[in-house]
T-cell receptor
Framework: GIQVEQSPPDLILQEGANSTLRCNFS?????LQWFHQNPWGQLINLFY???GTKQNGRLSATTVATERYSLLYISSSQTTDSGVYFC???????????FGKGTLLTVNP | ETGVTQSPTHLIKTRGQQVTLRCSSQ?????VSWYQQALGQGPQFIFQ???????GRGNFPPRFSGLQFPNYSSELNVNALELDDSALYLC????????????FGAGTRLSVL
């Protein structure tokens, strides 16, 4: 099945800093989603982005499908951005999302 | 708010017992997927139900089973609980199979003692 790798595993920032999270995947995909998991375990959808670029406020994402990677950009980070960010992908008629191991983001005041 | 609800939120069981977790899908969605998330790991796919039929299964033993009802809500049943079954169980609903967006519930945290 598809392999998903995320980097970095951990990231510590000061409030106001910008960051880039990366997701590499091993094969072509028809679904790629970025999630933020809050401390209570809820997975919050950030982007559905199997290809192209999207922006939502301070967050944006780009997926380059031909090169099999996706990037999540967080600008002007806030303490509420802290948590684990997951990338997940599926391919073809395969129904399951395969998750990376996540990036633990800590934003300090 | 994803419109996907799970119950209960927390559960404590002892080894060997059986447990049933429930999930109500978002309105208009006919597919439910279940995932297990161990501490410090990413979610792992258990199985998916599409229009009341199992539509695929991950690497989990047969003591993990499920159902989907005509209103597309779903249950996850785990028999003969083991200590390693302690995890956050997440349910996701989507409009179809394959590449459709999956929306997750808040999860059920299961502790097996």
């Amino acid at each position: 099945g598809i392999q998903v790798e995320q980097s970095p595993p951990d990231l510590i920032l000061q409030e106001g800093a910008n960051s880039t999270l990366r997701c590499n995947f091993s094969d072509s995909v028809n679904n790629l989603q970025w999630f933020h998991q809050n401390p209570w375990g809820q997975l919050i959808n950030l982007f559905y982005i199997p290809s192209g670029t999207k922006q939502n406020g301070r967050l944006s994402a780009t997926t380059v499908a031909t090169e099999r990677y996706s990037l999540l950009y967080i600008s002007s980070s806030q303490t509420t951005d802290s948590g684990v960010y997951f990338c997940a992908a599926s391919r073809g008629s395969n129904y399951k999302l395969t998750f990376g191991k996540g990036t633990l983001l800590t934003v300090n005041p | 708010e994803t419109g996907v609800t799970q119950s209960p939120t927390h559960l404590i069981k002892t080894r060997g017992q059986q447990v049933t977790l429930r999930c109500s899908s978002q309105s208009g969605h006919n597919t439910v997927s279940w995932y297990q998330q161990a501490l410090g790991q990413g979610p792992q796919f258990i199985f998916q139900y599409y229009r009341e039929e199992e539509n695929g299964r991950g690497n989990f033993p047969p003591r993990f089973s499920g159902l989907q009802f005509p209103n597309y809500s779903s249950e996850l049943n785990v028999n003969a609980l083991e200590l390693d079954d302690s995890a956050l169980y997440l349910c996701a609903s989507s409009r179809g199979q394959g590449g459709d967006i999956q929306y997750f519930g808040a999860g059920t945290r299961l502790s097996v003692l």
